[in-house]
């Protein structure tokens, strides 16, 4: 079957304008993560869902992040007003449950001008 | 605070030789604990996990890494290195105790494997 999938896979952007990250998991996987990783700070997780719920959220760096995820499935992860300090590769994943593997997708690199 | 930590940030082994990347956690309970392998530009894929059990797991690829639960450690190895095994690895544990399935990742170690 299908694996996570992200997109878009490369976006660069203006600092000060915001982005929309998107994340669609394997069909049936009720848990969800964001990821960051970056040179200097390597893989940092971000967010925590299970189902539409957000649990635990305490990896999102600053109020100008935030995440949804709808149906069940989908998840959007936004930043808003972006720095340049925001450039690393997003990575999603999911698994069946909590404490299960988690799949990765390929992630989205960002990169802020 | 749970930390993991992969004393080798670099390593290089000659193709056909025996390979073994460090992997040590730090946490108050039993974790569980995944290895992790990304190759440039790819996202990362799994290569083995440990829940409970037997100590010894077998992955993908010909990998195996043994959980020791008195040196909180949880190395991987393999017997005989391919080329196509140059990546970079990643060693992540995982908190029973938490109410969140997130992962706690090592630094990384890059592979490099000569012919």
């Known amino acids: 079957g299908a694996g996570v999938s992200q997109s878009p896979s490369n976006k660069v952007t203006e600092k000060g304008k915001d982005v929309e990250l998107r994340c669609d998991p394997i069909?049936?996987?009720?848990?969800l993560y964001w990821y960051r990783q970056s040179l200097g700070q390597g893989l940092e997780f971000l967010i925590y869902?299970?189902?539409?719920?957000?649990?635990?959220k305490s990896g999102l760096p600053s109020d100008r992040f935030s995440a949804e995820r709808t149906g069940g499935s989908v998840s959007t992860l936004t930043i808003q007003r972006t720095q340049q300090e925001d450039s690393a590769v997003y990575l999603c994943?999911?698994?069946?449950?909590?404490?299960?593997?988690?799949?990765f997708g390929p992630g989205t690199r960002l990169t802020v001008l | 605070a749970q930390s993991v930590t992969q004393p080798d940030i670099h390593i290089t082994v000659s193709e056909g030789a025996s390979l073994e990347l460090r992997c040590n956690y730090s946490?108050?309970?039993?974790?569980?604990l995944f290895w992790y392998v990304q190759s440039p530009g790819q996202g990362l894929q799994l290569l083995l996990k440990?829940?409970?059990?037997?100590?010894l797991v077998q992955g993908i690829k010909g990998f195996e890494a043994e959980f020791k639960r008195s040196q909180s450690s949880f190395n991987l190895r393999k017997p005989s290195v391919h080329w196509s095994d140059a990546a970079e690895y990643f060693c992540?544990?995982?908190?029973?105790?938490?109410?969140?399935?997130?992962?706690?990742f090592g630094q990384g170690t890059t592979l490099q494997v000569k012919p």
């Open positions: 869902f299970q189902g539409n719920s957000a649990p635990d």
């Open positions: 946490y108050g309970a039993t974790p569980y």
């Open positions: 994943a999911s698994s069946f449950n909590t404490y299960n593997e988690q799949f």
């Open positions: 992540a544990v995982g908190l029973r105790s938490s109410n969140t399935g997130k992962l706690i």
């Open positions: 069909s049936g996987h009720t848990a």
């Open positions: 440990y829940f409970s059990g037997d100590t």
